[in-house]
């Protein structure tokens, strides 16, 4: 199907605004650009939000807590933001992780790790490795319940969900009850149709993924480690129930689906959803792009299956 018609009218709303970005902006410029897109829908109320820290590999990691009650004994949702490795943060992804907390009834805790290219591979993934860690040891501190603990997160925060959840395997670390990639990067190949068929147009673009891989992970040896491209594990079985999210009109459709059929194939649970007329980004907008509601309510079904929320 075409792009549905109230996405087409988000991604002219953000062209017309000059908040698509272009290939000559640096990092920060980039940065600050994300930010102010987040900032153009009025924050979900909630009970509390609160910043503050946690030890990290290389000092005190930024981290932002949601609730909507003061009940204790909630279960908690580790969320890793998007933005290619190299953009977002705690305000970008800061409406998202309210409605998250919101309709699925969880503590949710937002994690600000290291971005490229001051930070590259593999420092995103020793920040949420050491955050969900912490979590698994604090929960306590978070009103919360050591025993319920879920992650996900979207695009490279899809990503960096796949590979926390493969390094809690490999180092006998207590798994998520559940892991959700929302249209995740699993893979550097940029010969698959969706990468060709979806190059321009929809928001995120192949020349942009190619420019957030070459400030993550610029050394080609780095690409075959799974920790960079959890596609390239030789073993994917033994992994917690999986929900992966992809839009039709995304760049990373396609790896996001093989590593969705990927982990069936190897007797791991897993709902893989492809959504029709949507592009790269759409999560979290259902107020705004009609689409975007059905999956949103399947993640948070699945969500409160996986954590005992009934």
């Known amino acids: 199907m075409p792009l549905h018609p109230s996405a087409a009218a988000i991604v002219q709303m953000l062209d017309e605004a000059g908040l698509l970005g272009t290939m000559d902006m640096t990092p920060q410029e980039m940065r600050e650009q994300m930010d102010s897109r987040s900032g153009m829908i009025p924050p979900h109320p909630l009970h509390s939000v609160v910043d503050r820290t946690i030890p990290g590999p290389a000092g005190d990691l930024p981290v932002r807590v949601y609730r ?5 004994g909630l279960p908690v949702l580790v969320w890793f933001h998007g933005g290619g490795w190299v953009i977002g943060g705690l305000n970008s992804h800061d409406q998202m992780c309210r409605l998250l907390a919101d309709d699925v009834g969880c503590v949710v805790i937002s994690i600000d790790y290291r971005l490229a290219p001051e930070a590259q591979f593999p420092c995103a993934v020793d920040d949420c490795v050491a955050a969900y860690e912490w979590v698994l040891a604090h929960t306590d501190e978070l009103g919360g319940d050591s025993t319920r603990i879920a992650i996900g ?11 926390v959840a ?3 395997r490999d180092q006998g670390i207590t798994p998520p009850k559940v892991q959700v990639m929302i249209y995740p990067v699993t893979d550097d190949d940029f010969e698959a149709p969706s990468m060709i068929d979806n190059a321009t147009g929809y928001f995120l673009e192949t020349e942009r993924m190619r420019w957030y891989f ?3 992970a610029p050394r080609g040896a780095d690409r075959e ?4 491209n959890p596609m390239r594990a030789e073993d994917v079985s033994g992994l917690p129930p999986a929900i992966v999210v992809t839009a ?3 760049p990373l459709r396609d790896q996001g689906e ?4 990927r982990l069936i194939d190897a007797g791991v649970d897993a709902d893989v959803i492809r959504v029709d007329g949507v592009f790269h980004g759409f999560f979290g907008l259902h107020a705004l792009i009609e689409p975007a509601k059905e999956p949103w309510d399947r993640v948070v079904v699945g969500l409160r299956d996986a954590l005992g929320l009934r």
């Open 258 to 261: 093989a590593y969705g059929h």
């Open 248 to 250: 039709e009109y995304d």
């Open 166 to 168: 493969l390094v809690a």
């Open 214 to 216: 070459e400030q993550y």
């Open 68 to 72: 909507r009650s003061d009940d204790t």
């Open 225 to 228: 480690d799974w920790r960079c």
């Open 153 to 163: 997160g979207d695009s490279a925060g899809g990503n960096l969900t796949a590979v």
